[in-house]
């Protein structure tokens, strides 16, 4: 398995936001110079052009760049916010080390790099290579482009195949899906006037993440031409009330309603039988497996109205052209890779792939080159030669080593225990389900170095934190965006926009940060490895040699991970603003002469998984816990506050009920509860909220602080991942847990703050 399946952490929030700015500036005069830089936004894959203003040396404020004509000024509230990073007070600008009796003291970050080589070392001479993991975060590939290559190049230097990233717990099914039904080599119809879109658990108008590049652009293009957007959610999110139809379904009942809509496709004919001969196998034993799912059998299970359904169904099955596309939600309630399987399998029996001869809208800028073809890669291993975990029998997939066992792999014992750990991009103690069992195994690790820019809850964990420079102080390209339209559908720009920035503004005067890619490479360095170097470009050449002498060249790098992209970095160079590159134009080609792939509709492994639900019953524990905890987005932070958290937006996150479940358990909005799992209690602030489905209750991850520290829910939130047990109720897949439609049971605490 090549370690760059690390290419799918994505999919975080993404904010809805103005096109007003936000002063970020601690005590700079006004009436100083400022100049005004282009370049553009890392804070999320959207990458938006900004403009960053400077005075003294210190970004002032970000603003969207008005001039471009694809974004338009866009920016979002987390983009503009995100200035107050650079100039915070709690910023960290020094590396740290922890002492005996835990305060941390400065360290100058290459004697860390040093102190780091030598106990790394030491572990993995007497455990072995696997001794020795990686956790890597989203901010990793965001921030800049070299970043990912480094971290694949240094693992595989190492030999320890104990890379874990936020993939497999965020939307693991849409890699694994993909080996089970295989690959359609040219886009979907997301970017060509598609007349039908279907968004299933998924709210884009927040998260910002598809449908085709700007979500409410997109949606009224799509209700100017006639089209149709079709949402299937537990709630009536403010993507839900743009739609056509909204099937408001109970959660964890997704891959029941797509096998009620394939059903109704099929027996009514809609399908493209012409497609379906030249490309698909499988159709029969489709149509076999959906055949329990009648309209009413949907319906009465998944609390909708079966003409709903039946319409839904019908308006995908009668539209020439659209796509389908599945977000956490659907991934995080359970059947994550049935979820997004169905999805494929909407979309090949209605044959909605582009076709030969067409040009395509969104050709890459920035990654690869290669000509897209009308055929159908066939169903390919999940991966070749897993690497098999110690733990609950699960092994890596296509979207990675399971994240979940990472806690048991550390605090098993036995060869193969994992006893030292790296986390650079993110904040396991937060982010990883399981929170209780998760902080306990990072504590006992005999080394933890977290690479950060504040005193994050694993900073604090940490035997060493290495001061990390922020987007704006190195180069980057916007070149992994495109790299994200290739991993699911709908990611991307609606045109080949492609941007090249320099670093704009330098770190504070007497600063010790660093890139996270130079971090490893002078690991490397002081572990004596030899790194090779692969690009965003896969092409399938061997990896690059590095020179390991010096500190590292940038400028050298940057050129290997954009080899073979299908605009030379050369050229995107030239326009520090970005710009569209819609030539050399891109067409689908004909399929190859004797090609005999086939797409597999009809995969015994997924449609044993769906025969399966027919039988599944509500959890047992029904009864003592009633109540549905789903996850959400909020428009204004990356999924948890930091420091750059925008004034004036509340640090806590909210228990969201129904208006009628609050007065039947006797709650009052804006008073306290305590949500209680199978696996553990917490305290939180409910509210009302209309849109939510009876006997549902939402809220948003990654909030909370370590156990035991955030008892004031008001300053920091509710750990959700505090409420999942890792062990218990688990995709076989990829090993990620139940993080929505988690079973609970709700008291009212009293206590408005």
């Known amino acids: 398995m090549t370690v760059h399946v690390a290419i799918v952490n994505r999919l975080l929030c993404y904010g809805a936001g103005s096109g007003s700015t936000f002063n970020g500036s601690k005590g700079k005069s006004e009436m100083a110079t400022v100049e005004r830089k282009p370049s ?23 603003t969207g760049a008005a001039g471009n004509e694809i974004y338009r000024g866009y920016t979002c ?20 080390k922890k002492l005996p009796d835990g305060r941390f003291a400065r360290i100058p970050t290459v004697d860390a790099i040093d102190e ?64 089970f039904h295989g690959a359609w080599m040219a886009p979907s119809q997301a970017f060509s006037d598609p007349d039908v879109a279907l968004v299933v658990g998924s709210n884009p108008l927040v ?56 059903r109704v496709i099929i027996d009514e004919d809609l399908a493209d039988h012409e497609f379906i001969a030249e490309n698909v196998d499988g159709y029969e034993r489709l149509r076999a497996a959906v055949a329990p799912f009648t309209p ?93 975990l110690r733990v609950r029998g699960l092994t890596a997939s296509r979207a990675g ?70 987007p704006y102080e190195m180069p980057g390209t916007n070149g992994f965006m495109q790299r994200m339209a290739e991993y699911t559908v709908g990611a991307g720009l609606p045109e080949p926009f492609g941007q090249y920035t320099d670093a704009v503004v330098e770190p504070p005067p007497g600063a010790d940060v660093i890139e996270q890619w130079r971090f490893f490479y002078l690991l490397a360095q002081r572990l004596g490895l030899e790194l090779t170097f692969d690009g965003l470009v896969p092409d399938g050449s061997e990896p690059t040699p590095l020179d390991m002498d010096g500190a590292g060249d940038a400028g050298a790098l940057m050129e290997i991970v954009h080899a073979g992209s299908r605009i030379p970095l050369e050229e995107v160079r030239k326009h520090p603003q970005g710009a569209l590159f819609p030539e ?97 209690a917490v305290v939180a602030v409910a ?14 991850h990654s909030f909370g602080d370590l156990p035991g520290e955030d008892d004031d829910v008001w300053r920091h939130g509710t750990s959700i991942g505090r409420l999942i047990a890792d062990d218990v109720a688990f995709d076989p897949y990829s090993g990620q847990p139940r993080m929505s439609n988690i079973p609970i049971r709700v008291t009212a605490l009293g206590g408005a703050g």
Request: glycine letters at 8%; aromatic letters at 4%; one cysteine or more.
């Open 40 to 62: 553009f936004c890392r804070v999320c894959q959207n990458f938006c052009p900004v403009d960053v203003h400077i005075a003294d040396g210190a970004v002032q404020r970000i």
């Open 77 to 96: 509230v987390k983009g503009r916010s995100h200035v107050a990073l650079y100039n915070h007070p709690e910023r960290v600008l020094h590396s740290l």
């Open 116 to 179: 780091i080589a030598t106990r790394l070392s030491a572990v993995i001479d007497r455990e072995g290579p696997r001794a020795f993991a990686l956790f890597m975060g989203t901010y990793v590939p965001f921030e800049n482009p070299i970043n990912l290559s480094m971290v694949a190049s240094f693992i595989r230097a190492v030999g320890s195949p104990m890379l874990f990233t936020t993939s497999t717990i965020d939307q693991p099914g849409k890699p694994i899906a993909k080996s």
């Open 207 to 262: 998260s910002l993440v598809g449908p085709a590049g700007f979500p409410m652009s997109s949606i009224r293009k799509l209700e100017a031409r006639g089209g149709h957007l079709i949402v299937l959610d537990p709630r009536k999110t403010e993507t839900a009330k743009r739609a056509s139809i909204h099937l408001q379904l109970k959660p964890g009942e997704d891959a029941a309603v797509l096998a009620g809509m394939i």
């Open 296 to 388: 009413e059998y949907v319906a009465r299970r998944a609390g909708i109205d079966a003409a709903d359904l039946t319409a839904a169904a019908r308006l995908i099955g009668s539209a020439p052209r659209g796509y389908g596309a599945s977000g956490t939600g659907a991934n995080m309630s359970g059947h994550g890779p049935l979820v997004e399987y169905l999805v494929l399998c909407l979309s090949s029996i209605r044959g909605h792939w582009t076709r030969a001869g067409e040009r395509l809208p969104s050709p890459s800028v920035l990654t690869s080159a290669a000509e897209p073809r009308a055929q159908a890669r066939p169903p390919f291993p999940d991966v070749e030669n897993p690497e098999k």
């Open 401 to 470: 080593m399971p994240t979940s066992a990472l806690a048991d792999e550390i605090l098993t014992p036995g060869a193969g225990q994992v006893r030292a750990m790296i986390s650079t991009g993110a904040n396991p103690a937060k982010c990883i389900p399981d929170q209780l069992k998760v902080v306990d195994a990072l504590r006992s690790l005999e080394l933890l170095v977290q690479v950060d820019v504040q005193m994050s809850p694993t900073a604090r964990l940490a035997d060493y934190v290495i001061a990390a420079r922020l």
């Open 584 to 680: 050399p134009a891109v067409f689908v080609a004909p399929k190859e002469a004797g090609w005999t792939g086939r797409l597999d509709v009809g995969n015994e492994t997924m449609m044993g998984d769906l025969a399966a639900t027919l039988t599944s019953a509500r959890d047992p524990e029904d009864e003592a816990f009633p109540l549905r905890l789903l996850s959400r987005r909020l428009p204004y932070v990356m999924n948890s506050p930091t420091l750059a958290a925008p004034p004036g937006k509340p640090a806590h996150n909210r228990a969201n009920f129904h208006p009628g479940d609050l007065a039947a358990l006797g709650i009052a909005a804006g008073t306290l509860v305590e949500i209680r799992s199978p696996r553990a």
């Open 687 to 700: 509210d009302s909220d209309p849109t939510m489905r009876p006997g549902t209750v939402s809220m948003t």
